[in-house]
């Protein structure tokens, strides 16, 4: 499945609010609201588990990634944006990036 044809799907599940500033504001919290949630599983394994990561864990997390990953497929398909050419922009920079020696700094455009 390529990113476009997985993004395509997924809007079919999205449950449209009418105000269109909503329906996005909406989107955009829900990635992060997601990705809290990624971020609480792992507190977890560290703090409690001294980081060793179980077989339940994986799942957990994997199931809070994909709904990252929707809440972003979703927003940028209501911004206009293909996921496909998202993720390849995105190679391409990191790409860039690399061959000029400044993956790690501050900025975007670096």
């Known amino acids: 499945m390529t990113f476009d044809e997985y993004q395509e799907k997924a809007i079919t599940t999205l449950i449209v609010n009418p105000d269109p500033l909503m329906d996005k504001t909406i989107l955009a919290m829900g990635v992060v609201g997601e990705a809290g949630e990624v971020i609480e599983k792992w507190k977890k394994i560290v703090a409690y588990n001294d980081g060793v990561i179980s077989a339940e864990d994986r799942v957990e997390l994997g199931k809070e990634l994909a709904d990252v990953v929707w809440y972003i497929a979703v ?9 496909d050419s998202l993720m ?4 391409e920079k990191l790409a860039s990036r690399k061959s000029r020696g400044v993956q790690k700094g501050a900025g975007d455009n670096r």
Request: charged share 15%; net charge neutral; no cysteine.
């Open 75 to 83: 927003l940028a398909e209501r911004l206009g944006l293909s996921f």
């Open 88 to 91: 390849q922009q995105n190679l």
